[in-house]
């Protein structure tokens, strides 16, 4: 049986009904708090794609949700990265918009778990004796000399 995978529009009409409720959900979440204002003023979110403006949804949703604010959100980043006390980093970190802080979010919070998790314990190696590489036995015949380049 194969699944059916909703198109981005499907999904507006779905959630929101049409694409200005969407737009509207969006603005609403992208206050002041999570928002970096990069948008064309004169377009708006209102010609975004579908799809993207439903990631944006999630994403605002996930992280207003679980942090609040993008400062929080940064916070985060630099408290999983150990870098809480490098002010260059969160300056740095500070002009990135909020699904690419999210993402850097995961990703490092997911490198963390993988690194404090203990490597599995092998069986105890045994030591197996060295076997000695058989000696060269010199050649009779030296090498032949390089011939010398033709100018």
């Known amino acids: 049986m194969k699944t059916v995978i909703k198109t981005p529009l499907s999904i507006v009409k779905d959630k929101f009904g049409d694409k200005a409720k969407l737009v509207a959900a969006v603005e609403k979440l992208a206050g002041e708090d999570l928002w970096v204002s ?3 003023k004169d377009k708006g979110l209102a010609h975004v794609s579908n799809s993207k403006l439903v990631h944006l949804h999630e994403v605002f949703s996930t992280v207003k949700e679980k942090f609040g604010t993008r400062e929080k959100l940064i916070a985060a980043v630099l408290e999983v990265e150990k870098r809480t006390k490098d002010e260059g980093y969160k300056t740095h970190l500070s002009a990135y918009p909020v699904p690419r802080l999210f993402d850097l979010y995961k990703s490092a919070s997911k ?5 404090t998790k203990e490597p599995k314990k092998d069986a105890p190696k045994k030591d197996a ?18 011939a010398p380049k033709k100018a």
């Open 111 to 115: 490198r963390a778990s993988v690194a």
């Open 129 to 146: 004796p060295k076997k000695d590489a058989p000696k060269k036995v010199a050649d009779a015949k030296p090498k032949k000399a390089a």
């Open 38 to 40: 990069r948008t064309n």
